[in-house]
């Protein structure tokens, strides 16, 4: 059984920092393609940012080139998302998600609901 948790989101001020860390069991973490996605209030989810099983591959979204920046280690089953210089725009729940698909220009999640966590939420004040 595969079971993804994150952990912490909370609230700051424009122009501050968080790191969301994910971690991933039941499968083989060290042969899969993970990535964080993200959920506003009446918005649909998209995909911010994934890394490949050897962390050689990054994807980005635009908007958080520069500010974000995803990392693993695969002996602790785990990723994170070191997000600095957060603007309002960014608050949203975040998920982690493993068996993920991503391209130069893409991010895409697993339709399987298993390989998704429960979301932790960044709420950033101006």
């Known amino acids: 059984q595969v079971q993804v948790v994150e952990s912490g989101g909370g609230e700051v001020q424009t122009g501050g920092s968080l790191r969301l860390s994910c971690t991933v069991s039941?499968?083989?973490?060290?042969?899969?393609?993970v990535g964080w996605f993200r959920q506003a209030p009446g918005e649909e989810r998209e995909g911010v940012s994934c890394i490949n099983f050897n962390s050689r591959k990054r994807y980005y979204m635009t908007s958080v080139k520069g500010r974000f920046t995803i990392s693993r280690d695969n002996a602790l089953n785990t990723i994170y998302l070191q997000m600095d210089s957060l603007k309002p725009e960014d608050t949203a729940m975040y998920y982690c998600?493993?068996?993920?698909?991503?391209?130069?220009?893409?991010?895409?999640?697993?339709?399987?609901?298993?390989?998704w966590g429960q979301g932790t939420q960044v709420t950033v004040s101006s």
């Open positions: 998600a493993a068996e993920v698909r991503f391209g130069d220009d893409f991010c895409q999640g697993s339709l399987a609901n298993d390989y």
């Open positions: 039941g499968l083989v973490f060290g042969n899969n393609d």
